[in-house]
C-alpha cells in the first residue's frame, strides 16, 4: 500500500507524527508526506527514509478530511483527526494517534531525526563567535511559533542582553542544526512550538522554561506529552 499523510504543516506536527509513519514502513508500506515548501528540505535531511514533497505537488485535497483513495494513495487525514473525532481542540496531537487506533504515548519512540553533527558544530562555533560567548555560558531563547507567518510573543519576561542566543534563521542550517546549542546551553527559554517535540528527544540538562501560545495560555496541547520538568510560564 501507498500511503500518503494528509499532514502539510508544521514542523512540530511532523515530529510528533513521524513514528506513525515508520510503523507503516516497518510494516511494508510505501510512505509519502507532502508539507509545506520552506519545510521540505529540512526533513529531507532529517527522516531521508520518508518520501517528503511539496503538497501543492501531491494532487491532494488537504481539505477533504476523510481517508480515501487518491493518485495511487491511501490518503490518512492526520490533518483533520481531531475533528473527525470529535475531540476537543487541546487534544488535537493525540488525535492524530487516536484516529489509526496507535498509541500516542510512543510519538517519541521512532521519532529521532538523523543528526548532522558536523553542521550542528560549525554552527555552534559560528554563534559562539557571532555573539562574543567565550565561556560556553549563554541562555537559549526563542519567541516565534507558526508555520506559515512567524509571528510574535510577548518576550519581556524572557531573558535579553549579553550571554544570549536567540533562534533565528541561518541560509543552509534548519531547526534540527539547533540540537547542539539546545543541549549545550546553561538556560532555555521558548514559546510552546516545534522546539519542544525537539527537546523531548535531546538530553537536556539546565531548565527549560516553557512560555505558551495565546491560544493555549495553560499549555493543555502539550502537558499530557511531557516526559521531562518544565518551568512553566503562564
Not at 109 to 130: F, S
Not at 145 to 159: F, H, L, Q
Not at 177 to 200: C, G, R
Not at 210 to 234: A, C, E, G, S, V
Amino acid at each position: 500500500m501507498h500511503i500518503y499523510i494528509n499532514q502539510p504543516f508544521g514542523i512540530g506536527d511532523c515530529i510528533f507524527a513521524v513514528t506513525i509513519a515508520r510503523k507503516y514502513m516497518m510494516e511494508g508500506h510505501q510512505v509519502t508526506w507532502g508539507v509545506f515548501p520552506q519545510f521540505v528540505e529540512q526533513l529531507r535531511r532529517a527522516y531521508p527514509d520518508i518520501n517528503w514533497i511539496m503538497y501543492e505537488d501531491s494532487g491532494i485535497n488537504h481539505d477533504r478530511m476523510d481517508e480515501h483513495e487518491r493518485n495511487g494513495y491511501t490518503v490518512l487525514p492526520l490533518r483533520w483527526a481531531c475533528e473527525l473525532l470529535r475531540l476537543p481542540y487541546d487534544q488535537t496531537m493525540r488525535a492524530k494517534y487516536d484516529l489509526l487506533k496507535q498509541d500516542y504515548k510512543t510519538w517519541a519512540e521512532n521519532a529521532m531525526w538523523n543528526r548532522d553533527y558536523n553542521k550542528e558544530t560549525t554552527l555552534y562555533n559560528a554563534l559562539m563567535e557571532q555573539n562574543n560567548i567565550a565561556n560556553d555560558e549563554y541562555i537559549f531563547i526563542n519567541k516565534t511559533y507558526g508555520s506559515a507567518t512567524r509571528d510574535k510573543i510577548i518576550g519581556e519576561n524572557m531573558p535579553s542582553g549579553k550571554g544570549v542566543i536567540e533562534l533565528k534563521p541561518y541560509y543552509g542550517y534548519s531547526l534540527f542544526d539547533w540540537a547542539a546549542i539546545l543541549e549545550k546551553a546553561s538556560e532555555i527559554h521558548t514559546v510552546s512550538t516545534s522546539i519542544f517535540y525537539i527537546l523531548e528527544k535531546l538530553d537536556i540538562k539546565c531548565d527549560i522554561h516553557l512560555y505558551p501560545r495565546p491560544n493555549d495560555p495553560k499549555f493543555k496541547h502539550i502537558d499530557y506529552l511531557f516526559t521531562k520538568k518544565y518551568i512553566l510560564h503562564t
